[in-house]
């Protein structure tokens, strides 16, 4: 039984109907995750670190809308649903941050914001998004984004850079083999892969890891996951778990998870 699978153990994504993002959105718009309204919540679930800037659309029940920006999470956080709930999320592009949002990525780490304060222009489009039904939103991005958008050939130069930075760690290549790859120093990258992320490439690279592990948990004995996502061994693998999950590997499988947290307060730049 994989971690994933415990019915004790239920992840935020693990309830999401994932949808590819057109053709038209794929510039700026890496992943879709969109839960159903009438999604039965379970009554506590696990946010897994995540090192993407998200765009959030929530419905209520009530009929209250919510246009929110989720900024990159280092740490796994848990939570109770209280009420069926719509959403709607949109992760961003490396890089797609300054110019969507008007600020860099790492000022908006481990943050939630409302879309409407941002001091970029999609918060013009944060009222359409709250008054549009969920299913129409990514057709209204599909020409709405493109005509508020403008960038120029040093930050398209960046977002390139920044692409091959994360296929890179994604291949576990070591960084100094990227900045030479791509001509900058190691400085250089770190700044701006820190700007234009949110996290260090060695947080990032973290994250990745526990991510991998999660998705290998099951049958399959710690010490070989360890060696196989590219640990020192399962003791360092352990480490690592705690701190970015907040408990060991072994209580997490069986769903001894630290106590539900209040929804993150919003706040402003």
């Known amino acids: 039984m994989t971690a994933l699978m415990n019915p004790a153990v239920v992840t935020a994504d693990g309830f999401e109907d994932a949808l590819p993002p057109s053709e038209a959105l794929r510039p700026w718009i890496t992943e879709i995750g969109r839960i159903d309204p009438r999604t039965d919540l379970p009554p506590r679930f696990t946010h897994l670190p995540h090192a993407a800037t998200t765009i959030v659309l929530r419905a209520e029940p009530s009929g209250r809308r919510d246009a929110l920006v989720i900024g990159p999470r280092t740490r796994a956080t848990y939570a109770g649903a209280k009420e069926p709930l719509g959403c709607l999320r949109l992760r961003l592009a ?27 222009p999609a918060a013009d489009l944060a009222g359409a998004l709250t008054e549009i039904d969920l299913d129409e939103v990514l057709t209204f991005l599909e020409s709405a984004l493109p005509r508020a958008l403008s960038e120029s050939s040093t930050r398209r130069e960046h977002r390139r850079l920044l692409d091959t930075a994360v296929a890179a760690i994604h291949r576990s290549t070591p960084m100094p083999e990227v900045a030479t790859t791509l001509a900058v120093s190691e400085r250089q990258l770190r700044n701006l892969f820190t700007a234009g992320v949110g996290v260090s490439p060695k947080h990032y690279a973290r994250i990745t890891r526990i991510r991998q592990v999660l998705a290998a948990a099951g049958n399959t004995p710690w010490s070989d996951i360890a060696t196989t996502t590219g640990y020192f061994d399962q003791s360092h693998l352990t480490s690592d778990f705690r701190a970015l999950m907040g408990v060991t590997p072994g209580k997490f499988v069986r769903g001894d998870l630290p106590a539900p947290t209040a929804c993150q307060r919003t706040t402003r730049l």
């Open 94 to 120: 490396p890089g797609v941050a300054q110019p969507l949002l008007g600020a860099p990525a790492a000022d908006l780490t481990d943050r939630v914001l409302r879309l409407a304060d941002m001091p970029g």
